[in-house]
């Protein structure tokens, strides 16, 4: 990790060292959580190069290189880093290296999920404002029609919400996709059911540039230069005309 003479921000370090994203180490430090050399740091205070930061009393090591793979979740596998869940996504892949999840797919769907030791870049492409997109392919349990393309499209009231506008088009009989710019709790299912059908299965098969491609069930790889690239192009761009 490249850090100027004045330092950098101690919410950017910890997230540059893969412990957490930027805003949970906001919350830790804010609790106390964190010191750099024998004190406790402040909110916004900036690490100096060579200082020896601590999180929740462990020291912590600076990444080497950044990570993102590219996974094929299997459906029943839980998208959390924690020991509790017997089947956590983590513990599944079994990565040399310390990684967690960008957002989540829900255990019984399968598909597209990033996984990294970057919290930043987790923070933003999580952002709302930013509207990044993702594909799914959806089956459910009676054919699909134009009248439901069309009200999936137009928004769905959920979740004390109408669902943004969205693409979505008919592949088989009972089979569509759909692109998403939001990440609602179970945001697609729920739309399903409102139009008074359910889902049989749910795939995930892009995130932004990022495509699941011949990927086998339970297999993951690492994104290429080209693709981190564009993720990057991407994600500074939507950052541009979200402040605009």
Not at 16 to 39: K, N, Q
Not at 180 to 203: A, H, P, S, W, Y
Not at 233 to 242: A, C, D, F, L, V
Request: proline letters at 2%; hydrophobic letters at 35%.
């Amino acid at each position: 990790m490249r850090q100027e003479e004045e330092g950098i921000r101690i919410n950017r370090f910890l997230s540059e060292a893969g412990v957490c994203s930027r805003r949970e180490a906001d919350r830790a430090v804010e609790a106390g959580e964190v010191c750099i050399g024998e004190r406790t740091a402040r909110l916004g205070e900036r690490v100096r190069q060579g200082a020896v930061v601590y999180f929740r009393g462990r020291r912590v090591e600076q990444e080497e290189e950044r990570i993102l793979i590219a996974f094929n979740k299997p459906p029943g596998i839980v998208c959390t880093t924690s020991r509790k869940e017997g089947k956590n996504i983590v513990d599944y892949i079994g990565y040399p290296r310390r990684i967690y999840p960008v957002g989540r797919l829900d255990r019984n769907s399968t598909g597209l999920i990033l996984l990294t030791n970057d919290g930043d870049i987790v923070n933003r492409i999580m952002r709302a404002g930013n509207r990044h997109e993702k594909e799914y392919v959806v089956t459910i349990n009676r054919e699909v029609t134009e009248d439901f393309l069309m009200q999936m499209s137009n928004g769905v009231p959920i979740l004390d919400t109408v669902t943004r506008p969205c693409s979505v088009w008919k592949s088989k009989e009972r089979e569509f996709h759909i692109v998403l710019t939001q990440g609602l709790n179970r945001q697609i299912r729920r739309m399903c059911e409102v139009l008074g059908c359910k889902v049989k299965t749910l795939r995930r098969v892009r995130i932004m540039n990022i495509y699941l491609g011949d990927l086998k069930e339970g297999e993951y790889r690492d994104v290429t230069q080209k693709e981190w690239e564009q993720l990057e192009q991407m994600i500074r761009y939507s950052s541009n005309e979200t402040v605009r």
